[in-house]
C-alpha cells in the first residue's frame, strides 16, 4: 500500500499523453432539437493579432497610447476597405492599430457619409479596414465608403468580439486556429451580430442569434469573431465543435447563445 505522499510524487512524474485538454471559462450553450452544452476553445497559440490573449491585452489595456500622432485628422484617399492619410504616422509596433475603431465624417466642406470601420492591419499612413458600417444598424449593415478628405478620428482600445459564425468543416478546434475553415457565407447562415445581454453585477453576459437555414447544410462548429467580414475576419477569441452536428433543411432555425464567463 503506498502513502499519500508517494501517490502525489508518482503523479506528479507521470507524463501527460497528448495535448493537455485547456479550456477557457467559456461556455456555449446550442438550443437546437439535438443541441448540447459544450465549451469554447481559446485560440491562444494563434499568431500575429489573431487570439484571444491579444484581443484581452489590448482591451484591457486600452490597445496603442491615445496620445499617438494623427489620432484624428483629414484623409487624403478612401476605399470600400481603406482610408489613407499620406501625411500620418499610425503606430504600427505591437501588431499596431489592429482592432481599433476608426469614425469618419464629412470632410471640412460637410460633404461625406458617417461610417465607422474596425481596423484589421495598419501601415504608418494607411488604415485597412473590415468594412464601413453604418451606425444606425443594430446589425452590423454596411455604410457609405467615407469622402475622400473625410474628417476621422481613431477609437482606442478594442472592437468586441460580437460575431457569431458557422462552418460545415468537421476539423476538431485548434487553439492555432485564426479562422473558421469553409466558414458559411450563405444558405441563410452568413456571420451575424449577436444579440448581448447582462445583467448588473453578474459573472456573465450572453451573446444570441438565430440563423434560418435556406439551403441543406449541417453545422459542425462555430466562432465567435471581432469583424464583419470573412476575408478581414479581425481576431477569432474563441470557437467549438457542435457535439451533435445538426442537419437543418431550408425553414428549419438554429439559435446559438454563447455563455461567456468573466
Not at 465549451?39 to 489595456?61: E, P, V
Not at 467549438?240 to 442537419?247: D, M
Request: net charge positive; aromatic share 6%; proline share 5%.
Amino acid at each position: 500500500m503506498r502513502s499519500v505522499a508517494q501517490a502525489a510524487r508518482r503523479e506528479s512524474r507521470r507524463k501527460l499523453r497528448g495535448p493537455s485538454p485547456c479550456y477557457a471559462n467559456f461556455q456555449t450553450t446550442h438550443n437546437g432539437k439535438r443541441g448540447k452544452c459544450r465549451r469554447n476553445l481559446s485560440t491562444t497559440t494563434a499568431s500575429g493579432y489573431t487570439n484571444i490573449l491579444d484581443w484581452l491585452a489590448k482591451a484591457m489595456g486600452n490597445g496603442p497610447s491615445s496620445a499617438f500622432a494623427s489620432a484624428q485628422g483629414a484623409a487624403t484617399a478612401s476605399s470600400a476597405t481603406s482610408m489613407t492619410n499620406s501625411g500620418a504616422t499610425f503606430p504600427t509596433a505591437g501588431q499596431g492599430l489592429a482592432g481599433c475603431i476608426v469614425v469618419a465624417g464629412p470632410n471640412s466642406s460637410g460633404t461625406g457619409s458617417k461610417v465607422y470601420g474596425v481596423i484589421t492591419s495598419n501601415t504608418a499612413t494607411v488604415l485597412t479596414v473590415d468594412q464601413w458600417y453604418d451606425p444606425t444598424s443594430t446589425t452590423g449593415a454596411a455604410g457609405t465608403t467615407p469622402n475622400a478628405t473625410a474628417s476621422y478620428v481613431i477609437v482606442v482600445g478594442q472592437n468586441p468580439a460580437a460575431w457569431m459564425a458557422l462552418t460545415t468543416d468537421a476539423t476538431a478546434p485548434s487553439t492555432a486556429d485564426t479562422t473558421l475553415a469553409s466558414e458559411l457565407t450563405t444558405g441563410g447562415f452568413a456571420r451575424a451580430v449577436g444579440t448581448w445581454a447582462h445583467t448588473a453585477a453578474a459573472t456573465t453576459y450572453t451573446l444570441v442569434h438565430t440563423w434560418t437555414a435556406t439551403a441543406t447544410q449541417t453545422i459542425n462548429r462555430e466562432a465567435q469573431f471581432g469583424a464583419a467580414t470573412t476575408t478581414a475576419g479581425g481576431v477569432m477569441p474563441f470557437e467549438s465543435a457542435e457535439p451533435s452536428p445538426p442537419t437543418l433543411v431550408s425553414g428549419d432555425t438554429i439559435q446559438n447563445t454563447v455563455t461567456i464567463t468573466i
